[in-house]
Nanobody, 113 residues
Framework: QVQLVESGGGLVQPGGSLRLSCSAS????????MGWYRQAPGKQRELVAF???????NYADFVKGRFTISRDNAKNTVYLQMNSLKPEDTAVYYC???????WGQGTQVTVSS
């Protein structure tokens, strides 16, 4: 079982930036496809960005050009750099390890003036 721990959430003004981190336990992190999802109140959880074990990425249309997913296999960590944040980006952001179906506990991101 892989344990995932997210960090980096918080309150930011519209147009601001945050970087989320997700640290994974285990020694085979490098083979996992990793995703960031989010869930806003009253809405379904949705995919934000995904990175394969080989480093290929894809993004939801609503974050293209603003968010960047990356990974550091030496640190067992995946990142989500979020720029030009909008109020509609407010949600709990979750990290997901596809190969083992593990979720982190989530980190709250609130975009508000």
């Amino acid at each position: 079982q892989v344990q995932l721990v997210e960090s980096g959430g918080g309150l930011v003004q519209p147009g601001g930036s945050l970087r989320l981190s997700c640290s994974a336990s285990g020694s085979i992190f490098s083979i996992y496809g990793m995703g960031w999802y989010r869930q806003a109140p009253g809405k379904q959880r949705e995919l934000v960005a995904f990175i394969t074990s080989g480093g290929s990425t894809n993004y939801a249309d609503f974050v293209k050009g603003r968010f960047t997913i990356s990974r550091d296999n030496a640190k067992n960590t995946v990142y989500l750099q979020m720029n030009s944040l909008k109020p509609e980006d407010t949600a709990v952001y979750y990290c997901y390890a596809q190969s083992v179906g593990s979720w982190g506990q989530g980190t709250q991101v609130t975009v508000s003036s």
